[in-house]
Structures are given as structure tokens and as C-alpha cells.
């Protein structure tokens, strides 16, 4: 993975994020984790392919990751009182198999880090599963903290993890 290259993805490339996110869904599945056990959302994932927020991350030419990053904080997790405009946001970031264990995601956070700092922003963050502790770690690993877990009823992720906004291009 030292030839990894990361670009937005284009709106005919809708298949391919799909069959990313279905993949990390399987392995999860395999491991007792219920997260992402639904289908794609593929209306959501076509608006970020138009509005060229998902990122496709290469090696050689094949696609091995894929991240959303763009200025959506979710109203039901990030308040007023953490100046939601002063981040970018981390959402439907998923890694191959094969290609797991050689940091791709963690290039792809240090990238999506660097890419807030260029838009003048001072965090990168994310919200998890609430019960995925094994992600929990992962994001700390990577410099994350975090913030606070909000539990509402009707929603499983809420575990919220911000990092200063600089990283590597």
C-alpha cells in the first residue's frame, strides 16, 4: 500500500463504494458486530459522490478504501456548544479486507485531518457504534478522543471522537 492515492469518487463509481461498505458490513457481521447490518444507503451515497464528499482510496489503481468527509455534523450528537462549523465530519469510512493492517485508514484520517486544516477548520470528527468498543480503541490509536457518548433510543451510533485538524496530504 506505499502507492495509496486518495480522490473524490465519481457518481458512476456508486457501485463500488457500495460494494466496500457491503464487504466491511460482512466482516462485521462475521465478528457479532451488528454494525452497518443493513443495506447501503445509496441515496445518501449518491449525494456525496455528486457533491464530491466520498473519497475513493487506491492502490495501484484498485480501490481499497472509501471515506465521506464533508461539514455535516449531525444535529442529534453535535450542539451548538461545540461550534459544529469550526469541523469536518468523518462518516461511511470502510477498508478491504485484504487490504486491512496496512493503515489505510489510518492514511485515510491523517488525509481527511490535513484536508480540514486546509478548509480552515480546527477538528476532524466522527460519531461510532455506542457498543463497538474494539472501534473505540482503533480511533483513539489514531489520535481521536473522546467527546462524550449520546444515547438516544432510537440510534446505535453516538460514541462521538474529534482530533486536532492537521495530518499528512
Known amino acids: 500500500m506505499n502507492d495509496l492515492r486518495i480522490r473524490p469518487g465519481r457518481p458512476d463509481e456508486l457501485d463500488t463504494v457500495e460494494a466496500l461498505l457491503s464487504e466491511a458490513s460482512g466482516w462485521l ?13 445509496r441515496d445518501r451515497i449518491t449525494a456525496a459522490l455528486e457533491q464530491g464528499v466520498c473519497f475513493l482510496a487506491s492502490d495501484d489503481g484498485e ?26 465530519y468523518v462518516h461511511r469510512m470502510a477498508v478491504r479486507r485484504h487490504a486491512a493492517g496496512a493503515d489505510v485508514g489510518a492514511r485515510m484520517l491523517d488525509w481527511a485531518a490535513h484536508r480540514a486544516t486546509t478548509l480552515g477548520k ?13 472501534l473505540h480503541r482503533y480511533y483513539k490509536s489514531v489520535g481521536f478522543t473522546l467527546v462524550r457518548i449520546v444515547d438516544l433510543p432510537h440510534r446505535r451510533s453516538g460514541a462521538l471522537f474529534q482530533r486536532q485538524a492537521q495530518g499528512e496530504a
Open 63 to 88: 480501490p481499497v478504501a472509501t471515506i465521506q468527509v464533508d461539514d455535516f455534523a449531525d444535529p442529534e450528537f453535535w450542539t451548538p456548544d461545540d461550534d459544529p462549523g469550526d469541523a469536518l
Open 29 to 41: 457481521a462475521s465478528r457479532g458486530i451488528d454494525q452497518w447490518q443493513y443495506p447501503p444507503h
Open 122 to 134: 480546527r477538528w476532524l470528527r466522527l460519531d461510532a457504534w455506542k457498543d463497538n468498543e474494539g
